[in-house]
């Protein structure tokens, strides 16, 4: 089905959560019974986050039966989570035990009554039946539609061992399986747990002020523009901005930033932030299906459903390995006795082993329930990587373009030195500041910010004749004298040259990567303001650890170059771009992945767009803060913080390794077993281990991911 279909879901398409998968083919028999149902016009089941979407009219009762073959459960999307019983204590597996009883009955009789005697082995077969019965009818249900997933091939095997007298053997893997397969659904259920934690962390309801009244409304009910007062220690359920009040907000929910932040007046605020302080009101501005928390929820379940290319390749390979298997286990079980004289008891046992073996789960298993446990590591710590092909690329990366301003810097002009002539510097700095309110220039700005933090009256000052020239400042009268303000050539221009110990300052300063702007008359230099971006605080450290990866680290920028080579320097980057135009940025990224195959690049989702598109990983910041950086990146570091890309590129080569191992050792494990075929070594006892074994180890090797952190 279409990918958009599921994006779409909303409109088109209801939502259900599912309780109980334990394997991607699971999923996808499911996902075909569904789509049987009579009223059902399509499905589309997403493993990862154990939900189905279905098209059409239906019922909970008609989607269980549909998965009554795995014994799914099946509810509303808004119902609460419902906590899964750990396998001890589940209803269903009552006939297990049973089961489990009877093989160690059956086993002790047959130390009484001899191998092959009737009584244990009327005991053994009743094991059998009792705990093999549903694996049986979905191995017929499967076998009948030429569908050999492992249910199947267990069917087989279990049946060949029965027919060739090995009774025990047989109940000993109907038992193993049932074991395996619900420590295989624990282990994902786990692995899920990362993102449905998510889900608890908005209230459902909130305290909402219309007109005079006050009211506990659900969330489902809330209009934006209603009121929402928040207390101390009360999380908020709804997105918003703050219209009274001012309080501390950890928001580590969303951002993954462990330092709260101080909230006031116009502060755009988060469903699922904790309000630790003051009492807050707060103007509603979404409803509940589209606050942050909810998109960055429904975002990591459709990275979730989205395949990495090693889970390409393994569904591409068990989709010809596991016919292979059936063609090879009948092979081994009659090639010997017809042409080599072998007992046929002996070959058609080894034959069923062969069966078990080769079973695919381990290998189909090993990539999806690592890039599910990957993304969900990282929404919880505020990275949101939208899909496993982003999170394989995010680990390979050897190249990693930053955007300078607003990126490797707070993208905020500052004055950092103020510099004047024979002068009082709060006179000149009025002046100053009285000229540049009326220029929209960022630099601007930054002088009358300064003027405001030095408490200067500078509104008071009466300008005239203000003019913008172009590209090189700007000029006013002021008291009837004519000033101008702007670059270093502005002032060459009036006064033919500047003044030697002048023009060194003027240097010295751009050296240190600010830009100089000269205040003065047709005659004089009054003073000279130096306005710099600052680096952020976490910058350099950052662009440490990338480099000590072995990540090339390259800064992009319009600005000139020696202004960029001072703030590259400081923060130690690998190479340095300056005097950039957005199309020179796009085809840097071309020649750097030209070079390096595998690069990213960090802006923020807006600017920048052609060179984050032509990178093989588009990072953008604040994705918290702007639906598009949500929307658009391939990756989206919820804070305004460089600090969460070490991490990110350290959990994805870790999940990029751990998917590696996962395959080689299924693959490993199961040719190393297949070779005990040879000497007539292979037992069905061997062959269960090495096939549920090596699920289990896989899985279990997935979840070491929710343990890398910062």
């Known amino acids: 089905m279409p990918e958009q279909l599921v994006k779409r879901s909303e409109q088109e398409m209801k939502a259900y959560r599912v309780q109980g ?18 009223g059902v016009q399509d499905a589309k089941v997403n493993f990862g986050a154990s939900k189905v979407y279905v098209k059409g009219e239906t019922t909970i009762e008609d989607l269980e039966k549909a998965g009554s073959f795995e014994n799914l459960k099946v509810r509303n999307d808004k119902e609460k989570r419902v906590e899964r019983k750990p396998f001890w204590k589940q209803k269903e597996n009552i006939k297990v035990y049973i089961s489990a009883v009877l093989l160690v009955i059956s086993w002790f009789l047959v130390q009484e009554y001899g191998e092959g005697h009737m009584i244990p082995t009327v005991g053994y077969a009743s094991s059998i039946l009792i705990g093999g019965y549903s694996l049986f009818i979905a191995g ?30 047989g109940a000993t893997v109907v038992i193993l399986f049932a074991i395996t397969e619900a420590l295989e659904r624990y282990s994902m259920d786990t692995a899920r747990k990362s993102i449905e934690s998510l889900m608890d962390i908005a209230p459902n309801e909130a305290l909402i002020r219309r007109g005079n009244e006050e009211m ?6 809330i209009q934006v523009n209603d009121i929402m007062i928040v207390k101390p220690g009360q999380k908020l359920a709804m997105d918003g901005v703050v219209i009274n009040g001012t309080s501390t907000l950890n928001q580590a929910a969303i951002t993954g930033e462990s330092v709260p932040v101080i909230k006031t007046m116009n502060d755009e605020v988060f469903a699922g932030t904790l309000n630790e302080e003051g009492l807050l009101e707060v103007k509603v501005t979404k409803h509940v299906e589209d606050t942050t928390l909810s998109k960055i929820i429904h975002l990591v379940e459709e990275a979730q459903a989205e395949r990495a290319p090693a ?56 990539t999806p329930v690592a890039v599910v446990t990957a993304i969900g590591n990282a929404a919880k710590h505020g990275v949101l990587i939208k899909g496993g092909v982003h999170l394989e690329e995010s680990g390979a990366l050897q190249a990693i373009a930053f955007d300078k301003t ?12 103020i510099v004047t002539y024979g002068e009082n510097e709060s006179e000149w700095m009025t002046i100053t500041a009285a000229i540049e309110k009326n220029s929209q220039h960022p630099l601007a700005s930054a002088i009358v910010r300064k003027a405001k933090e030095k408490r200067l009256n500078f509104n008071n000052v009466t300008v005239e004749e203000f003019h913008s020239i172009t590209g090189k400042g700007v000029k006013a009268k002021v008291n009837d004298v004519m000033y101008y303000v702007g670059s270093p050539n502005l002032f060459e221009e009036l006064h033919g040259n500047i003044e030697s110990t002048i023009k060194e300052k003027i240097t010295h300063m751009q050296t240190e990567g600010k830009t100089v702007m000269v205040s003065g008359t047709e005659n004089k230099i009054l003073s000279l303001i130096a306005v710099a971006d600052e680096i952020r605080e976490s910058s350099k450290e950052v662009i440490g650890k990338l480099n000590k990866l072995g990540i090339e680290t390259v800064m992009l920028t319009g600005d000139n170059q020696r202004t960029a080579t001072a703030i590259g320097k400081q923060v130690g980057v690998s190479d340095i771009k300056a005097d950039l135009l957005p199309e020179d940025k796009l085809n840097l990224i071309k020649e750097l992945r030209g070079k390096h195959q595998n690069v990213a690049m960090v802006g923020d989702g807006v600017n920048d767009a052609p060179a984050l598109a032509a990178s093989t990983v588009g990072v953008a910041m604040g994705g918290a803060g702007t639906d598009t950086a949500l929307e658009t990146a391939d990756v989206a570091l919820m804070s305004d913080d460089l600090s969460k890309l070490p991490y990110t590129v350290k959990l994805s080569r870790r999940a990029l390794a751990i998917i590696k191992q996962n395959i080689t050792f299924s693959l490993a494990i199961k040719a190393a077993a297949l070779l005990l075929v040879v000497p007539g070594w292979l037992t069905l006892w061997i062959a269960i281990f090495a096939d549920m074994g090596a699920t ?10 929710l343990k890398v952190k910062e």
């Open 311 to 366: 889970q390409a390749f393994v569904d591409k390979f068990a989709r010809y390995y596991t016919p292979a298997i059936v063609i090879l286990s009948l092979l081994v079980a009659v090639v010997p006795p017809l042409l080599f004289g072998g007992v046929w008891a002996e070959w058609v046992y080894q034959g069923l082993a062969v069966l078990v073996v080769g079973c695919p789960c381990a290998l189909v298993v090993s």
């Open 140 to 169: 017929f249900k499967n076998l009948s539609r030429l569908n050999f997933d492992m249910k199947t091939l267990m069917t087989i095997a279990v049946i060949g061992a029965a027919i060739i007298g090995e009774w025990g053997e």
């Open 696 to 705: 289990l180890l896989v899985t279990l090797n997935s979840l070491r991911l």
């Open 406 to 417: 607003g990126t490797l810097t707070k993208g905020i002009p500052s004055v950092t030195d």
């Open 21 to 38: 998968f334990s394997c991607a083919s699971c999923a996808a028999t499911f996902e075909s019974n569904v789509k049987e149902l009579p």
């Open 216 to 221: 506990m409304v659900n969330v489902e009910n």
